[in-house]
């Protein structure tokens, strides 16, 4: 249970944006928890082009503080404004903005139009019960009305009946192993991205500079980390190192991670592959191994390694 409203606000605030939702219900959490209105806005339908996809969400308070974006700066002052009336009367529903709309007032640059969803009266056990499950890094699904939302069993974001169901993926998160700059640049453009981070290093200096609550130090290369690794976790090896590199590309490879890459170049690659074969890496488990990771050819500045190798797990990203 989230019972402290304080750490749940401090959790909202830890990036600009969760790409995973998470944020959108854990402020909405807060609000209700400490007797106050709160609506969640999600964006249902599209007609045209949206810099946001269906399921896109907002979460407003009656004093007009809000979290998320439906239409990355176009609509967000509008749609408080008409979330802090939903709540006033207790009523949400379905407004359309933009092509097709009767606020003429409001218009989106692109010429689209989309439908909104305002939903109030949020039952604040459910929107425990989804954070909590999110917390544990497992899926979950929420049925959205005008009153209400309640825990869901579909899997997709998507009208059904009376209700738009929005499911909710764990946040994406980065296992990165290495040392020096470009553990740390990574680090921190991740985070500021709004994405979980894990830094494993031997180097005790590197670990206090990433921008992370979880780091792992590295004492042995016969004794790899305790990290938890799930179908939301990228498994990235940022070591010029080649011996904490083989330690623990084995256990990564076997593991449940979506995404499991290594920088250096196509030679090093190479040579690479061949050592874990002779560790006795099978052939299946090494061809989950990319390399040279990023999407950035020849980078040598560690941030934009950085960028480019984000960039490189979220073309494999999985999930919507």
């Known amino acids: 249970m989230l019972d402290d409203v304080t750490s749940i606000e401090k959790k909202c605030n830890a990036a600009a944006f969760d790409p995973s939702g998470r944020d959108v219900l854990a402020f909405a959490l807060a609000e209700r928890r400490a007797a106050r209105k709160a609506a969640i806005i999600t964006l249902v339908d599209i007609d045209g082009s949206s810099p946001r996809e269906i399921g896109a969400q907002m979460a407003v308070a009656e004093d007009g503080r809000s979290v998320g974006s439906i239409s990355s700066g176009c609509l967000e002052r509008a749609i408080i404004e008409e979330a802090r009336a939903a709540l006033e009367r207790g009523a949400g529903g379905v407004i359309r903005y933009g092509k097709g709309s009767k606020y003429l007032d409001v218009v989106l640059p692109c010429g ?116 938890n690794i799930d179908p939301w976790t990228a498994f990235i090896f940022l070591f010029h190192d080649r011996e904490w590199e083989l330690a623990l590309a084995p256990r990564a490879l076997d593991s449940s991670a979506f995404y499991v890459g290594a920088v250096g170049s196509r030679k090093t690659h190479s040579s690479r592959l061949e050592v874990l074969r002779g560790q006795g890496v099978d052939e299946e488990m090494l061809t989950r191994l990319d390399g040279p990771i990023g999407l950035l050819p020849r980078t040598r500045d560690p941030s934009a390694l950085a960028v480019s190798v984000l960039a490189g797990v979220l073309s494999h990203w999985p999930h919507p």
């Not at 169901?165 to 921190?188: D, F, H, K, M, N």
């Not at 290093?201 to 921008?211: F, V």
Request: hydrophobic letters at 40%; charged letters at 20%.
């Open 112 to 227: 689209s139009g989309v439908d909104v969803l305002y939903t109030v009266d949020l039952d604040p056990a459910v929107l425990d019960d989804c954070v909590t499950a999110l917390d544990r890094r497992a899926p979950q699904a929420l049925d959205f009305s005008d009153h209400g939302a309640t825990l869901s069993g579909h899997a997709r974001s998507e009208w059904l009946d009376s209700v738009f169901t929005r499911a909710y993926q764990p946040r994406l998160r980065i296992v990165a192993a290495g040392a020096g700059a470009e553990l740390i640049a990574l680090s921190r453009v991740a985070s500021a991205s709004g994405y979980a981070f894990c830094a494993i290093s031997p180097e005790t200096e590197t670990l206090e500079k990433c921008a992370t609550g979880e780091k792992h130090l590295l004492q042995s290369a016969g004794q790899a980390p305790d990290v």
